[in-house]
């Protein structure tokens, strides 16, 4: 079964940056889309940002201009760069990969364990 392990969770206080990363913990192949999901106190998961194998990527609204995704094709990396937090961005962010392709087989998805960021007023 593919895992993600995510990094870069943490306190910061509000305009301050912070970068999360995520990689799997096994070989794989590739993955055809990666993305971050922040599940706020209280509230549903939500899509933040998500990247595919071409490139393309696309933001929640309230991240556009201020969080920036890459992934390294190579190492089957993904990386969310968080500026200008705010308050609001306050929660557990958890790594996604989509049609996943390893030596056990083809997985339609896979989730990390989470990490929390905590964003002070």
């Known amino acids: 079964q593919v895992q993600l392990v995510e990094f870069g969770g943490g306190l910061v206080q509000a305009g301050g940056s912070l970068r999360l990363s995520c990689a799997p913990s096994?070989?794989?192949?590739?993955?055809?889309?990666m993305g971050w999901y922040l599940q706020a106190p209280g509230k549903q998961r939500e899509l933040v940002a998500a990247?595919?194998?071409?490139?393309?990527?696309n933001y929640g609204d309230s991240v556009k201009g201020r969080f920036t995704i890459s992934r390294d094709l190579g190492k089957n990396t993904v990386s969310l760069q968080m500026n200008s937090l705010k308050p609001e961005d306050t929660g557990v962010y958890f790594c996604?990969?989509?049609?996943?392709?390893?030596?056990?087989?083809?997985?339609?998805?896979?989730w990390g364990q989470g990490t929390q960021v905590t964003v002070s007023s």
């Open positions: 990247i595919t194998s071409d490139g393309s990527a």
């Open positions: 996604n990969a989509g049609h996943i392709y390893s030596p056990g087989g083809y997985t339609r998805q896979a």
């Open positions: 096994g070989a794989i192949f590739r993955f055809d889309v």
